[in-house]
């Protein structure tokens, strides 16, 4: 029943903020690293922000850093992605990711996946 379930996507004028939210269920991910990726429509699915098992390291695509913040509540289950200060280009179906080693950036990475949250910027 290990299932990653993202919420907190939708439609936002530029320069806005949100948050969205990975619940995850079944197990445990607590000793897991967690990334959050990004697909629109037509291209490759892109890394955008990882965390580490113990939430002490943080790592960011160059096109999100100082305006995206990942962070994770192990005692809840859940990851997080801040984002603040958003532009059109940010548009796309987000996706939160687990990986049982360490951190990484490319999709072979992590081995479970949640279905996806589509934001939207307008303007």
């Known amino acids: 029943q290990a299932q990653l379930v993202e919420s907190g996507g939708g439609l936002v004028q530029a320069g806005g903020s949100l948050r969205l939210s990975c619940a995850a269920s079944g197990r445990t991910f607590s000793n897991y690293a967690m990334g959050w990726f990004r697909q629109a429509p037509g291209k490759e699915r892109e890394f955008v922000a990882a965390?580490?098992?113990?939430?002490?390291?943080?790592y960011y695509a160059d096109s999100v850093k100082g305006r995206f913040t990942i962070s994770r509540d192990n005692a809840k289950n859940t990851v997080y992605l801040q984002m603040n200060s958003l532009r059109p280009e940010d548009t796309a179906v987000y996706y939160c990711a687990a990986d049982g080693t360490r951190w990484g950036t490319s999709v072979y990475d992590y081995d479970y996946w949640g279905q996806g949250t589509q934001v939207t910027v307008s303007s």
């Open positions: 965390i580490s098992w113990s939430g002490g390291s943080t």
